[in-house]
């Protein structure tokens, strides 16, 4: 668990994160895009991730390759990206609904990222 998010939870603030790569989720439903059908979300991996005082509040977060980060344009991998986010609890794990295991728990997220930009 992210603990140091969850002393925070709530509360918006400003972050930094090391861009490291792209990624991609699958959609539940597919999405049209111009003449095409996509079947996945692209996303973008944030990696030592601090607080504004440079204090370390998680290893790495994913984030879905919003509009504010598509503004920064050609994202190589080290460069350091400033943004504001809220802290949210999310529910993480692994449910098997025929043999009843659940290895669900709360864990800490920011959401919601904002005046996204290059830091520096």
Known sequence: ????????EGERKTFTGTFARFGKKDRYRPKKVGDEWVTYDVTVLL??????DGNRVTDHLWFN????FE????????????????????????????EYI?????????????KVARAG
């Open 102 to 114: 659940d290895e669900r728990e709360v864990d800490y997220k920011l959401a919601y990222p904002t």
């Open 47 to 52: 990696v030592d991730v601090q607080d504004s």
């Open 65 to 68: 390759y919003t509009k504010g």
């Open 1 to 8: 668990m992210r603990s140091d998010l969850k002393e925070i």
């Open 71 to 98: 503004r920064l344009g050609d994202l190589k991998e080290g460069d350091v990206i400033r943004f504001d986010a809220r802290v949210r609890p999310y529910i993480k794990g692994y449910v098997n609904h025929r």
